[in-house]
Antibody
Framework: QVHLMESGGGVVQPGRSLRLSCAAS????????MHWVRQAPGKGLEWVAI????????HYADSVKGRFTVSRDNSKNTLYLEMNSPTTEDTALYYC????????????WGQGTLVTVSS | EIVLTQSPATLSLSPGERATLSCRAS???????LAWYRQKPGQPPTLLIY???ERATGIPARFSGSGSGTDFTLIISSLEPEDFAVYYC?????????FGQGTKVEIK
């Protein structure tokens, strides 16, 4: 079955960098678009970024554009999110999400990794 | 940028009652671009409805979606205990995705 396991979260100081990873299994990773979605404590869902199946297309929410970089290694079935210059506004649970191929909606989610930006 | 506004923010109902949740878009949406998710406490969201009215795999018939243009509705015909949760609508616009702010369905 599909399994998505995020890692790399923790406490990071404002302005320092952090890289999140998502290990995927149970499906042909290289043929699906993947997303990062975040949820600040007690708040709603916010879409962060998308990367196409082959990694050639990447798009970001305005709130992270220019600071975050999404990437993937299809040989390792792994998705990444490089967080540069984080601020306290980036404190959230970060979910790795697979999209399905009919309507490109989110059909599988990981359990999330918590990022806390604090000095 | 499309903004999705959900109402009400909180819905207080009893098990067995009907729930009606609204999602309004700031501009008219293309057909087959709106989904609904349920998020139970401490869990990631689950896809319920896609393309406005199609039920996702394994989702029971008590969930139904409707709407077009700027106004969309999720109806839960008879609330089960596991339905007391937060619900989000979500739009797919090209590469980009947008969520509504959520409606919490709580036990009255």
């Amino acid at each position: 079955q599909v399994h998505l396991m995020e890692s790399g979260g923790g406490v990071v100081q404002p302005g320092r960098s952090l890289r999140l990873s998502c290990a995927a299994s149970g499906f042909t990773f290289s043929t699906y678009g993947m997303h990062w979605v975040r949820q600040a404590p007690g708040k709603g869902l916010e879409w962060v970024a998308i990367i196409s199946a082959d990694g050639s297309a990447k798009h970001y929410a305005d709130s992270v554009k220019g600071r975050f970089t999404v990437s993937r290694d299809n040989s390792k079935n792994t998705l990444y999110l490089e967080m540069n210059s984080p601020t306290t506004e980036d404190t959230a649970l970060y979910y790795c999400v697979k999209e399905e191929k009919i309507g490109y909606y989110f059909d599988y989610w990981g359990q999330g990794t918590l990022v806390t930006v604090s000095s | 940028e499309i903004v999705l506004t959900q109402s009400p923010a909180t819905l207080s109902l009893s098990p067995g009652e009907r729930a009606t949740l609204s999602c309004r878009a700031s501009q008219s949406l293309s057909p087959s671009s709106l989904a609904w998710y349920r998020q139970k406490p401490g869990q990631p969201p689950t896809l319920l409805i896609y393309n406005e009215f199609e039920r996702a795999t394994g989702i029971p018939a008590r969930f139904s979606g409707s709407g077009s243009g700027t106004d969309f509705t999720l109806i839960i015909s008879s609330l089960e205990p596991e339905d007391f949760a937060v619900y989000y609508c979500q739009h797919r616009g090209g590469w980009f995705r947008t969520f509504g702010q959520g409606t919490k369905v709580e036990i009255k």
